[in-house]
């Protein structure tokens, strides 16, 4: 078997053995057939290891590509700063994206910049998301804006999150989640007002828009529901304002 076709199945068999779950097999193969110091099976192991939440190994199969001479792609980055973001491993994260340009001189690509807008994001450095989509060499698109819109609502940046709602919604004016998103806090908003009105044991309900149904009272508290076609209360929208 020729060279080319031996790097082909290899790497095709560590693919099928991680898609399996059987990282063993998949770098048992890599084991012995890493000696040819090919980029792709070494991009092809890179893979297996993130895929599988394994960031130390896919760290260290970076360092023997270093060694080796050999330059990963910048798709090899996006599975392991993802598996980073997973597993709350920001610096670790923040680390493979540097190397990009410290170690290989390649310039990240967009999926890059997502990946790392997206690990800063979930794990609640917003302002470090921010920094990248603002400083970042290309435009932003409608998925990283919602990465850090989701962002903000996991981690109650209200002011963040409705500029990031703006900003998705003049690339997506017809973004559901956008406007969920900012249709919270403006009810919560009039909710805050209402409740300095309502006196001791009184109650009053309001409709408004899109099927939302506002009961307050100080003694209860208030609850903003969802009405169904049949007027009847579905669940709680908006609950302990």
Known sequence: MGYEKLVFVVSALIDAYVKCGDIVNARRFFDQTSRFRDVILFNTMVLAYAHNGLVGEAAETFEKMKLAALQPSQACFVPVISACSHLGLVEQGRVFFKSMKLDYGMDPSPGNYGCLVDLFSQNGFLEDAKHVIETMPFSPWPAIWRSLLNGCRI??????????????LQLVPENDEAYVYCRRFILKRVVGVMLQRVKEHSVFLIKFPCDLLLSCGRKNGSKIYRMDKNRKKVDNFVDGV
Do not use: Q, R
């Open 155 to 168: 981690h109650g940046n209200k002011e963040l999150g409705e500029w990031a709602a703006e900003k998705l």
